[in-house]
């Protein structure tokens, strides 16, 4: 897969761009410590380091997945909301799940009769998902696996930066769309306005965890180049927290990040009191609609259909 790519000093690089395979690659400027290389061909940000199958196995063994997580109420919510929105692609019924974790998306799809299924790397998370009665294949997405069905929406949520073949999974999703079906992507959007804040510090950047950084335009070059026609794409939510940590730190106070799950926390409080709240809902309105039109939120999102050329 990788027959391009020589070791260095014991790591292997991509000579070319793993998405767009020119060989017009160099750092990034700003990001040299990170690894972090850009295409001049396709725009794609990534680490040019390969990591080895002895390095993934070791960070994500310690991925737990040993006990159902609690779906937080405001992301629920938020998952019907995009569940209204797939209505108008339903034709075979089914639903497809890359990566689907614990199966939280798919839970709700279910409650609406839509036909579930999921891929996920993790067996304990796959577990999880049987108990939760949800049909789950365990690895990488294989058409195949599939066999002759064919899908109305396939969803991939916060799964492309941790993988370094994004055109290989993007062309095997379109493979397994109906023509007319939607492909909907979320990732971490790599111009955040947090990036730009915080530089090679930026918590997305994160080996081997993350090792592919999306942008409006280089997602977008991602999904022509597999055969889709793109709907739009938009850029919504900023880390409050840590955007406050950023600038409180810029005014000489103390550099004092607050902790993953007190962050989180506050998130889902915060994210309950906007849902209640028609004046809040109104004014995250008008903040996700100019973080989408700077292109700056944290959050990456692309709508994306499968020509019908039936
Ligand atoms: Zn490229």
């Given amino acids: 897969m990788h027959g391009e790519n020589e070791p260095s000093e014991g790591v292997v690089r991509f000579r070319r761009c793993p998405n767009c395979q020119s060989g017009s690659i160099c750092p990034l400027s700003g990001f040299e410590e990170k690894n972090l290389f850009v295409c001049g061909g396709c725009h794609f940000i990534f680490d040019v380091r390969i990591p080895s199958a002895e390095?993934?196995?070791?960070?994500?063994?310690?991925?737990?997945?040993?006990?159902?997580?609690?779906?937080?109420?405001?992301?629920?919510?938020?998952?019907?909301?995009?569940?209204?929105?797939?209505?108008?692609?339903?034709?075979?019924?089914r639903i497809l799940d890359v990566g689907c974790g614990q199966g939280d998306f798919l839970i709700e799809a279910k409650k609406r009769d839509w036909e579930v299924h999921g891929t996920e790397y993790s067996p304990a998370a796959v577990a999880l998902c049987e108990a939760a009665e949800i049909s789950v294949s365990?690895?990488?997405?294989?058409?195949?696996?599939?066999?002759?069905?064919?899908?109305?929406?396939?969803?991939?949520?916060?799964?492309?930066?941790?993988?370094?073949?994004?055109?290989?999974?993007?062309?095997?999703?379109?493979?397994?769309?109906?023509?007319?079906?939607?492909?909907?992507?979320?990732?971490?959007?790599?111009?955040?306005?947090l990036r730009y804040l915080e530089g090679q510090e930026f918590r997305m950047i994160a080996y081997p965890e993350h090792i592919s950084f999306y942008t409006s335009r280089s997602v977008a070059n991602l999904g022509?180049?597999?055969?889709?026609?793109?709907?739009k794409t938009e850029t919504t939510g900023l880390d409050l927290g840590r955007l406050k940590a950023v600038l409180s730190c810029g005014s000489g106070a103390?550099?004092?990040?607050?902790?993953?799950?007190?962050?989180?926390?506050?998130?889902?409080?915060?994210?309950?009191?906007?849902s209640g709240s028609y004046s809040l809902r109104a004014a995250k309105w008008l903040v996700n609609a100019a973080l989408t039109i700077t292109g700056t939120g944290d959050t990456l999102k692309a709508w994306m259909i499968k020509p019908d050329i039936d």
């Avoid at 022509?224 to 709907?231: P, V």
């Avoid at 962050?263 to 915060?270: G, T």
């Fill in 55 to 93: 390095v993934l196995d070791a960070f994500y063994a310690n991925y737990a997945y040993s006990v159902r997580k609690n779906c937080p109420a405001p992301t629920r919510v938020s998952y019907n909301r995009l569940l209204d929105k797939f209505e108008k692609y339903r034709k075979t019924n």
């Fill in 138 to 193: 365990t690895g990488a997405l294989k058409a195949a696996t599939f066999g002759p069905l064919k899908f109305d929406v396939v969803t991939s949520f916060e799964v492309f930066e941790h993988i370094n073949n994004g055109f290989e999974e993007i062309s095997t999703i379109t493979e397994m769309l109906r023509g007319g079906g939607l492909f909907y992507l979320t990732t971490p959007n790599f111009n955040s306005v």
């Fill in 224 to 231: 022509t180049s597999a055969g889709l026609e793109i709907l």
């Fill in 254 to 274: 103390p550099r004092q990040l607050t902790s993953g799950s007190v962050r989180v926390q506050e998130s889902n409080e915060l994210r309950s009191r906007i």
